[in-house]
């Protein structure tokens, strides 16, 4: 049986997901989207070859529903999908800090939720998507949606008392990237290069660097060794680092992004 899946409120990240549908060999003609704007529905439509509809017509169409709308809107998109949503819909959410109970206490009885914490390099194919099942989703359900976001990067199954720590350190990860990019670019330029080209070398190291954790198979702690010889630069850059707490300061902004996002399941605006 063909599977019909329908991105619900879809902006940057619903329309990588999309994209890497298609990619990965699903065909236009199974695949919805819906929109709060209707010439963003219909751009979609137009560059897709999408269908483009209103929310309880995917609800009612659709086998799978990813719900990708902001975290704040979340409960009045269930409103109006509750009376539309059968129970044996896939519901699949991209919301921080909303866990599934939320989503099982508004919709049918019996209804599998997925919660999905993505990332931005989904853009690029590079997103690393942490899934939990609810109560009702089944091991079928998990492989579906790892069909799914496998199109834009990797996945990792977890309990989903893990997923406010998943969060801190992968959802909100590349701004925490972006952000040390930024300060060693201005370091550069306080040496005295120009920031086109502080930028550049900063970014190839930061690539060079990735690609040598994924693919060596090392610990970073043995990786970082290897670049630090004895009474050399980069013992003593890695000291100043230690002497101004950048350790401490990153596990405690980790916790920090943590429990924001345990307010936000709690109802904490």
């Not at 209707?38 to 509809?53: D, I, K, N, P, S």
């Not at 059968?86 to 866990?99: E, F, K």
Request: hydrophobic fraction near 45%; glycine fraction near 10%; avoid cysteine.
């Amino acid at each position: 049986m063909t599977q019909k899946v329908a991105v619900l409120g879809t902006g940057k990240i619903g329309e990588a997901l999309l994209s890497g549908m298609i990619r990965g060999g699903w065909s236009p003609a199974d695949l919805m989207v819906t929109a709060r704007r209707a010439e963003r529905a219909e751009e979609l439509r137009t560059r897709y070859g999408v269908q483009a509809v209103s929310n309880a017509e995917a609800a009612q169409a659709a086998d799978t529903l990813i719900l990708t709308v902001k975290p704040q809107d979340m409960a009045a998109l269930l409103d109006e999908l509750a009376p539309h949503t059968p129970a044996d819909r896939l519901v699949i959410s991209g919301a921080a800090g909303i866990p599934t109970s939320f989503f099982e206490a508004r919709l049918a009885g019996g209804t599998p939720v997925i919660r999905v914490m993505t990332n931005t390099p989904a853009l690029v194919d590079e997103a690393m998507s942490v899934i939990s099942a609810g109560t009702h989703a089944g091991e079928a359900d998990l492989a579906h949606a790892e069909e799914i976001f496998n199109g834009v990067g990797k996945t990792l199954r977890v309990p989903e008392a893990q997923q406010d720590a998943a969060t801190a350190l992968s959802g909100s990860g590349p701004a925490y990237f972006y952000y040390l990019v930024e300060a060693m670019t201005d370091a550069g330029i306080l040496l005295g290069l120009p920031r086109d080209k502080a930028h550049d070398l900063i970014v190839q190291a930061a690539i060079g660097a990735a690609v040598m954790l994924r693919d060596s198979g090392e610990h970073p702690v043995r990786l970082r060794e290897n670049v630090t010889s004895p009474a050399g630069t980069t013992i003593n850059a890695i000291r100043e680092l230690e002497n101004h707490g950048v350790r401490a300061a990153l596990i405690a902004a980790l916790e920090a992004a943590r429990d924001r996002s345990r307010a936000l399941a709690s109802g904490q605006g």
